[in-house]
């Protein structure tokens, strides 16, 4: 079953805007991660923001996460074509192993 | 330094047969996990080991089983393929058991016709 849930389905931006994904859970968790796939091949780890954490940067990435919403967001800033792909949250809770979004799949128009 | 390899890349196999997938995980990394993408969802959990030993199971019957070596490599097996078996398996690989961040391999596609 998935555990999270992303918003929007699908994204299309021109090169130099942001983009904006959120990703909404059910249950409590330890951590939540960001994941990236080109074209259905293996994913790259992006991010990882622990549960007592609001907010974190890497590069052109912001991810925050509100846990009395069960709610994160991934902000891509200035975004390039070579940022087009599908976007997972992942939710990680005790001794688990990950689980799963449906994804946000993004394209940079240039 | 080699990421997690995956083999094979693509496999076409008919109903009814069984299959096995190889994954070797990045060097000092203890525990592979194991998921099944279907076209268009989000990896579903199979399988994870650590040390050898499995740490937990998705909910996926019994025809899929694993198991991991001495050196950390690891096997899924599948028998009895339905149609519904087609899909990506990733392979994933990280220094310690649990929902930490994982590091994946590229994948096999397996179609079953």
């Known amino acids: 079953s998935q555990q999270g849930e992303e918003d929007p389905q699908a994204l299309s931006i021109q090169e130099g805007e942001n983009a904006t994904m959120n990703c909404s859970y059910k249950?409590?968790?330890?951590?939540l991660q960001w994941y990236r796939q080109n074209s259905g091949r293996g994913l790259v780890h992006l991010i990882l923001?622990?549960?007592?954490?609001r907010e974190k940067h890497s590069g052109r990435l912001r991810v925050t996460l509100d846990t009395s919403k069960k709610s994160s967001s991934l902000l891509i800033t200035a975004s390039r074509a070579a940022d087009t792909a599908s976007y997972f949250c992942?939710?990680?809770?005790?001794?688990?192993?990950?689980?799963f979004g449906k994804g946000t799949m993004l394209l940079v128009s240039p | 330094d080699a990421g997690v390899t995956q083999s094979p890349t693509h496999l076409i196999k008919t109903r009814g047969q069984h299959v096995t997938l190889r994954c070797s995980p990045i060097?000092?990394?203890?525990?592979v996990s194991w998921y099944q993408q279907v076209l268009g969802q989000g990896p579903q959990f199979i399988f994870q080991?650590?040390?050898?030993?499995?740490?937990g199971r998705g909910n996926f019957p019994d025809r899929f089983s694993a198991r991991q070596f001495p050196n950390y490599s690891s096997e899924l097996n599948v028998n009895a393929l339905l149609l519904g078996d087609s899909a990506l398996y990733l392979c994933?690989?990280?220094?310690?058991?649990?929902?930490?961040?994982?590091?994946f391999g590229p994948g096999t596609r397996l179609t079953v016709t």
């Open positions: 994933a690989s990280s220094f310690s058991a649990g929902a930490y961040e994982q590091y």
């Open positions: 249950t409590s968790i330890n951590n």
């Open positions: 923001i622990r549960s007592n954490e």
């Open positions: 992942a939710t990680g809770s005790g001794y688990s192993t990950l689980t």
């Open positions: 060097s000092g990394h203890k525990s």
């Open positions: 080991y650590y040390e050898k030993e499995e740490r």
